[in-house]
């Protein structure tokens, strides 16, 4: 992962830990405390603070276990099946003499599925990740790191909006929905939230695709430049 996302708050943590622990916390406060946390937190500006704090923690946390679980469950996103589909679609109209001269190019090109399908996963996850730590290294744009973390969000917020669903029929919850939106909003809220459970992977597939694509794009890229000096 990008070296920025360790020196400082950025993005990733934002989108990743800050806004779903907030969200994490807002749940157990409505179903469990009767929204007193809030209340008393955002009273006065350094009890706020505290709550920041207190969201960014649990946000750590959460996001590791969705990261963990997401190992799992997420393999038809992120495969090597799919890293290789990538690769094949970009290089389509590259030249393929260039495509054979740039040595990893070169080597998942001429790659051929044998009988040890662990093996073959193994090799092409080696050859992406290695043309992922060149770009990396190399970086002459924020794409990758961006899409990355809008992912990490996606993946986060996916279980927030199951924990809302599972207990909207709570009283606390109906209460709030109700105060907030106006008319029939407890089926519309369903709605939203079926709607956002299914959307999610989706797009999640689509911008991991977009990653592979980037990576094998920027790698090219900069090794022809690399090689033309």
Known sequence: MNTEISSKLSLYDILAMLIPGAFIICWVDVTFCNQKIIDSLTSKWLTGMLFIAVCYLVGIIYCRLMEYLWRYVGKFINNPKRMKKSFDKKVEFMNSKKVFENELFGELKRFKPSVDKEKDSCKIQDIYYEAYAFVAKNTYRNDVHILESQFAFLRSMFGVAFLFLCFLPNDNFKS?????????????????LLVLLIAIPFVMACIQKKIYEIVWEDYEYLHRVKDDK
């Not at 709030?176 to 939203?192: A, Y």
Request: charged fraction near 10%; glycine fraction near 6%.
């Open 176 to 192: 709030l929905i109700e105060n907030l939106l106006p008319g029939d909003s407890m089926c519309w809220t369903s709605i939203s």
